[in-house]
């Protein structure tokens, strides 16, 4: 169901509310495993260029350092090194980078994670939110088994339908429902002044829904997807020491530290550069989890679609259907109009694009 547009928008205040209320769920929620002081490895720390990876991982790295939790490994699935991780862990807790990457359409993560839970049975791992999807029974069954032979496995989830996935299909009985970890970094604010009326931010990659083609939307300043970039400089530095580790594991524990070091800089790169693009629409049309979550952070009035598997949907109806400036649309039209309504009762941007024309038929 879509929302009117024609309510009130929140106050600068009633958004302070609710986004230091989802705070405090996602506190509360990791809390009840991960204790202040705990020595931690973060494992498959996404590195690619989509800016949702980046607010996750920044939003991890600032709740571990409010509670005091040492960060002893950091490591992607490219550079992981299971013979550095067991010499710096100890008896310490594996993390599990959170996300959307647990399940079968990204396989290269579930691989990485798999592989950890086997080799060390005795920490405890902690998946940090995520949404699940399995597309394979079998690939469900499967990574079920893995889950559950793990003696001290903990799953956080990040909507309803991966809390019943977890439960009722994985069968791990300590899954716990928590927001994103983005809502760690608390309230962003715009890069700039917009200089369009509306933005779309549609994603390209394969978890794009069959239907939407903004392609063919006329009179919009910019319809983009974050993927696209010119890499951070850091990145560079990081993939040249990903390459010496994959080729001479035994350099491993001398130049891990270093490739750790480059992965908050990135990840800030990239931030703003999510920020400076979702900052230029008056309104934010999105398909991407992300797009929502850091509108909502900096105070955009957006429209959401669902992703291919209906991700953002749950997460949406579990977390955010409430904020007031978040407005659900089913179809590509309805996103279209919806925006229409929410730009026309804001004040006039700089942009010379005054609305929008709807897509040829």
């Known amino acids: 169901m879509v929302v009117s547009a024609a309510q009130h928008l929140p106050t600068p205040a009633a958004r302070s509310r609710f986004i230091l209320g989802l705070q405090a769920q996602l506190q509360g929620a990791l809390l009840r495993v991960l204790r202040p002081g705990t020595r931690c490895a973060l494992i498959d720390v996404a590195l690619h260029s989509n800016v949702g990876d980046s607010a996750i991982l920044l939003g991890q790295l600032a709740f571990l350092r409010k509670y005091r939790m040492p960060l002893v490994y950091v490591s992607n699935f490219r550079g992981f090194s299971q013979d550095v991780l067991a010499r710096r862990i100890g008896k310490g807790t594996i993390l599990f980078s959170g996300g959307g990457s647990l399940g079968d359409v990204w396989p290269e993560h579930w691989a990485i994670r798999k592989q950890v839970l086997e ?23 499967r990574a079920g088994q893995t889950m559950r032979g793990h003696p001290n496995y903990t799953l956080f989830v990040r909507d309803q339908r991966s809390l019943g996935i977890s439960r009722n299909d994985l069968g791990v009985n300590r899954t716990f429902l928590c927001p994103d970890m983005a809502f760690a970094l608390g309230e962003l604010s715009r890069s700039g002044a917009p200089d369009c ?20 939307v006329r009179g919009v300043m910019e319809v983009a997807d974050w993927l696209k970039e ?5 990145m560079r530095v990081n993939r040249a020491l990903t390459h010496r580790i994959n080729t001479n594991p035994e350099l491993s524990s001398v130049l891990s530290r270093p490739v750790q070091w480059t992965y908050g800089p990135i990840a800030r790169a990239r931030l703003r550069r999510g920020c400076r693009l979702l900052s230029r629409g008056q309104v934010v049309i999105t398909d991407r989890l992300h797009g929502h979550i850091m509108s909502v952070l900096m105070g955009i009035p957006h429209v959401v679609l669902d992703n291919s598997y209906g991700k953002i949907r749950s997460f949406y109806d579990t977390w955010t259907s409430r904020c007031g400036f978040a407005l659900w649309a089913d179809s590509q039209a309805q996103a279209i109009a919806v925006a229409e309504q929410l730009a026309n009762r804001l004040p006039p ?13």
Do not use: M, T, W
């Open 119 to 141: 080799a060390f049975p005795h920490n405890p791992i902690v998946q940090l939110p995520e949404s699940i999807h399995f597309r394979s029974p079998e690939a469900l069954d």
């Open 197 to 216: 009326q509306v933005l779309i931010l549609s994603r390209i990659d394969r978890e794009k829904r069959n239907g939407y083609d903004f392609r063919e």
């Open 230 to 234: 010119c890499p951070p400089r850091l």
């Open 349 to 361: 941007s700089n942009s010379s694009a005054s609305f929008l024309k709807r897509p040829r038929s």
